[in-house]
């Protein structure tokens, strides 16, 4: 298993107290959630960060913590890694077939934190989602961590997330504050719904805290 360096700036105080409030209320939800997928309604409303910094978390408390990066469209994590000139393979690599699961996971530099990242883009992202090899590599991932995060494309835009919470525990929904109205996010939940997957609830992310 190669070991990557995990390049994320440490989060303001009082945002990575927000973090931990976070992590105890997905813990609260009991020990049965432990694949989590993470989602929202478009691109750039901060989903990958959200996933990253709850894997951190969760990591630091001593909970044992996979991120798995399942945007292969467009993927914000493969940004944050440092793997010194060695080539790192991916989720898309696992799922067609191109290499092992000790080929794809990567340990990183904080304690109790592994990574798989996206991988190259493949040209059929939801038909990899949906197969028995995905379905598989999650009932094997579930007897190895504490918790599955899984970083998922945004719900508004593609229909990957819903694939992916078919077979997940709970899902999790970021909000950009002030951006998205009310009716596209029923929509998303709706879209959510469907893939009857417990919705553990949303996370408001940039939230302008010198506004009342």
Do not use: W
Not at 129 to 141: D, H, M
Request: aromatic share 6%.
């Amino acid at each position: 298993m190669k070991k990557i360096e995990f390049r994320l700036p440490k989060p303001e105080y009082q945002i990575e107290e927000s973090y931990k409030a976070l992590r105890t209320n997905l813990q609260f939800c009991g020990d049965d959630k432990k694949i989590i997928v993470i989602t929202s309604c478009t691109p750039n409303e901060g989903k990958s960060t959200v996933s990253m910094n709850l894997s951190v978390s969760l990591a630091n408390s001593g909970k044992k913590t996979l991120l798995l990066d399942a945007d292969m469209r467009k993927s914000v994590i493969l940004g944050k890694i440092h793997a010194g000139g060695q080539e790192i393979l991916g989720l898309s690599h696992y799922l067609s077939g191109q290499a092992t699961l000790d080929d794809a996971m990567c340990a990183t530099d904080i304690a109790d934190l592994y990574v798989i990242i996206a991988g190259s883009v493949p040209p059929n992202p939801a038909e990899l989602l949906s197969s028995e090899r995905f379905t598989r590599l999650l009932e094997k991932l579930r007897k190895i961590f504490d918790y599955i995060i899984i970083d998922s494309a945004p719900l508004g835009s593609v229909i990957d997330s819903a694939i992916v919470a078919k077979v997940s525990d709970g899902a999790i929904l970021v909000i950009e504050s002030g951006i998205i109205s009310y009716r596209f996010a029923q929509d998303v939940l709706s879209q959510l719904q469907k893939s009857e997957c417990p919705i553990l609830g949303t996370v408001l992310n940039k939230v302008d805290m010198h506004k009342a």
